[in-house]
């Protein structure tokens, strides 16, 4: 790894509390990465993209989506629906203050 260091928060998002994990600039002056995992991962699936791509002067953002790692698991299975993960996600990038992303996500997931 390149050493770039990752840091770690719980924010409270459309009624549930998100870890994430950030590296690179805490001001996104080259631009914002968000990285989404998909099942059964974590954040921690992209920790390689985020140090290189921290290091090269990028902000980059990676929750643990509800249900996952160290995010609040709702009981009720009709808490995740796309609507839901979707509203995570503004709620996130609102709290953040990140009006404007790239997105990376695996691409063996069907979307």
Request: hydrophobic content about 45%.
């Amino acid at each position: 790894m390149e050493g770039v260091v990752i840091r770690y928060r719980t924010v409270e998002v459309n009624g549930i509390s998100m870890h994430v994990a950030e590296a690179g600039p805490e001001v996104d002056a080259k631009g914002a990465v968000l990285f989404l995992h998909g099942f059964p991962e974590l954040w921690y699936s992209w920790r390689h993209q985020m140090d290189h791509l921290g290091a090269c002067g990028y902000r980059c953002v990676a929750p643990d989506l509800r249900g996952y790692g160290g995010s609040t698991a709702p009981p009720d299975v009709a808490s995740y629906t796309a609507f839901h993960i979707v509203g995570d996600l503004v709620a996130l990038l609102d709290t953040l203050g990140l009006a404007k992303v790239q997105l990376s996500f695996p691409c063996n997931q069907i979307i």
